[in-house]
Each structure stands twice: as structure tokens, then as C-alpha cells.
């Protein structure tokens, strides 16, 4: 059951921005490390970037560190994943996660709670 929404996925320009957002309808995940994963046609899903219950910590993939940003806002039940510099290899759908015991994991399995994801297209 979908308890995560996602939503600012697109399509754009290699070089551009994108801003996602994670929202939770009715729930509140304020406790919960909340993280960002991609999975690309034929590919597994990937870590992209996570960050702890209340925004002190914040870890991101080789791949988009330095051009991605994970912030929270707790009074909103929101997690935002800020997106420049992209490349046509970010294009993937990006899903939103929460999980209730690993602050920081890396990990799929770790996570309790999905969204459906959000496309996001680079063209080169």
C-alpha cells in the first residue's frame, strides 16, 4: 500500500534542473529516514541519496553527489531531492522511501514505505 507520493518529475535538457518532491498524505514520517532510489530500464534500482530524521545527515551515490541536494521539512511531511547538472544518464523513474529503523542505509530492503515514482527524462 502507497503510503509515499511523489511528483516534479519531467523532462528537460542535459545540463538542467529538476526539483522532486516526496509528500505523505496522512501520515507523518518525521522519524523515519526518508531516501531517494532510481531504477533505469533493464536495471536494477539504485541508491541516490539519503538523508536521517532530522536533516543533520546526508549521504549520496558517487554518481550525483556534488550535482544533488536531499532536504525534509518534518512540519510538511515533505522530502525534496533538488536535481541539476543533469545528465541523460540520471533518466530513470525516481521513487521516495521510508524507513523506520536504518537512518542511513544504501539498501532496498531496508525501506518499509514506497511511492509509485516520478519520471524523469534527460535529453542529451
Known amino acids: 500500500q502507497e503510503q509515499l507520493v511523489e511528483s516534479g518529475g519531467g523532462l528537460v535538457q542535459a545540463g538542467g534542473s529538476l526539483s522532486l518532491v516526496c509528500t505523505t498524505p496522512?501520515?507523518?514520517?518525521?522519524?523515519?529516514?526518508m531516501a531517494w532510489f532510481r531504477q533505469a530500464p533493464g536495471k536494477e534500482r539504485e541508491f541516490v541519496a539519503v538523508?536521517?530524521?532530522?536533516?543533520?545527515?546526508?549521504e549520496y551515490s558517487d554518481s550525483v553527489k556534488g550535482r544533488f541536494t536531499i532536504s525534509r521539512d518534518n512540519v510538511k511531511n515533505m522530502v525534496y531531492l533538488q536535481m541539476n547538472n543533469l545528465e541523460p544518464e540520471d533518466t530513470a523513474v525516481y521513487y521516495c522511501?521510508?524507513?523506520?529503523?536504518?537512518?542511513?542505509?544504501?539498501?532496498?530492503?531496508?525501506?518499509?514505505?514506497w511511492g509509485q515514482g516520478t519520471q524523469v527524462t534527460v535529453s542529451s
Open positions: 522511501a521510508a524507513s523506520r529503523l536504518y537512518s542511513n542505509s544504501h539498501y532496498p530492503d531496508h525501506y518499509d514505505y
Open positions: 496522512g501520515r507523518t514520517f518525521a522519524l523515519y529516514g
Open positions: 538523508i536521517n530524521w532530522n536533516g543533520g545527515t546526508t
